[in-house]
């Protein structure tokens, strides 16, 4: 066993015992981390891939180790309007992932469920509850969601608001595309400031989210670089690392940081050999602890994931000179907003721009849209003639996810595939 795995089991167990004492050697990890992904990073990866990991390490352990400066949110929380009062935002869904790092994933859980959480609930939101009410978190001073996708979020956090005593802002995200939604949604976010800076006593410099809305036009544009290249080069990486660029996207878009990442990227992937292997556009949540999907896609050089709805799910420009406007803009045109027939006709779009090879749709334990949508969007695939898998699992929870079942099924898409056998190819 290595010595990272000794420290999980140790980690793991001392958390159940003495939750606070769990907690500190849990973020001792992440710092040790930080040490390894700078000084001896993974030389089967990118450059530019290493440089990503670093910096999503750096963040977490950063924020971690400075209780008072950060957030609870989820991914769609506007991450700028942190940033610009000196604030760092972590989604549950992020932590999430963390907390399976040290495989305490299981326990949160069956600690949360055992409060009465219905088993049925997002296993990641289960995890966060788990973790906050045993002890083992603590409860930063203020918490941010909004109403985009998943039903699970408002329920989690008001759950969260009552036991941890954490005041929450839940920002309604209208359905309707027109000038009288993006005011609506635009006044919250001001009221959002005015609260955070009474309750935090910090001011949000709008020179400075003025700066990060330019910023993150730019990182949009060298991301849509970045994906171009990727459909015509050879760029190894781990499945994990779609998991960074997601939290890149969500939790730093807008920094300085995470842009010299991206350029980065974009430079290196120039000059790299040609992929002449299969492209896949993954859709929803990716299980980047599960043992086939890493065996058929980390460093391979037959399939790549080139991206996912959840990175791509935004294309929005900035205008700095209205920045609560431009976010509100940006929440009401995610993909993730409105009916999933939307969303299916969007990654139809993406998919008649990048023209994958085949979509895999995975449909996570609890995510009702998911599980819906995935009928529409295998239409939608079918009409355009690119072959579809959908797979069921967890993206976190391990013992919801089969991997013998995922194994089969994954071998026989990808077979079929290869053989251009299209009409078979809906699975």
Not at 24 to 46: E, K, Q, S, Y
Request: proline content about 4%.
């Amino acid at each position: 066993m290595k010595l990272a795995d000794y420290y999980i089991d140790y980690t793991k167990n001392l958390a159940q015992a003495n939750p606070q004492k769990g907690w500190d050697r849990m973020v001792l990890g992440f710092r040790a981390n930080c040490l390894r992904t700078g000084f001896l990073p993974d030389r089967h990866i990118a450059k530019g891939y290493q440089k990503l990991e670093d910096l999503m390490m750096k963040f977490v352990a950063g924020a971690l180790a400075h209780d008072k400066s950060y957030l609870w949110g989820n991914i769609f929380a506007p991450c700028e309007l942190f940033e610009s009062m000196g604030l760092s935002m972590l989604s549950i869904e992020c932590l999430g992932c963390y907390f399976s790092g040290f495989h305490m994933e299981e326990f949160f859980i069956d600690y949360a469920q055992s409060l009465g959480i219905a088993p049925t609930l997002c296993s990641f939101h289960k995890a966060f509850v788990g973790a906050a009410a045993s002890g083992t978190v603590p409860a930063p001073a203020f918490a941010v969601t909004t109403s985009l996708t998943c039903d699970g979020n408002v329920n989690t956090f008001r759950y969260l608001q009552k036991k941890a005593d954490v005041p929450f802002v839940l920002l309604d995200v209208p359905y309707r595309d027109d000038d009288a939604s993006t005011a609506y949604l635009a006044q919250q976010l001001k009221d959002l400031v005015r609260k955070m800076e009474a309750d935090l006593h910090c001011v949000c410099d709008m020179q400075k989210l003025k700066e990060s809305l330019i910023i993150e036009n730019q990182t949009r544009k060298e991301l849509q670089k970045f994906f171009r290249l990727l459909q015509r080069y050879y760029y190894p990486g781990r499945i994990i690392h779609q998991l960074y660029l997601m939290m890149g996207t969500h939790l730093l878009m807008g920094s300085r940081r995470f842009l010299d990442v991206v350029q980065y990227m974009v430079r290196e992937i120039e000059n790299c050999p040609p992929f002449t292997g299969k492209r896949i556009l993954w859709v929803h949540l990716l299980p980047f602890y599960q043992e086939s999907l890493k065996h058929y896609f980390d460093c391979s050089e037959k399939y790549q994931l080139f991206a996912s709805d959840i990175i791509l799910d935004n294309a929005q420009e900035m205008d700095p000179d209205q920045p609560f406007e431009s976010l509100a803009r940006k929440l009401i045109h995610n993909v993730f907003n409105g009916t999933y027939q939307h969303k299916a006709d969007y990654i139809g779009a993406i998919a008649d721009i990048c023209a994958p090879d085949a979509v895999i749709h995975f449909c996570h334990w609890g995510c009702k849209q998911a599980d819906g949508g995935s009928a529409l969007l295998k239409e939608t695939m079918k009409r355009k003639n690119i072959p579809m898998l959908i797979l069921d699992g967890d993206g976190l929870d391990r013992r919801n996810s089969h991997d013998g079942q995922i194994k089969t099924r994954l071998e026989a898409f990808l077979e079929m595939i290869e053989e251009g056998g299209h009409d078979r190819v809906y699975l």
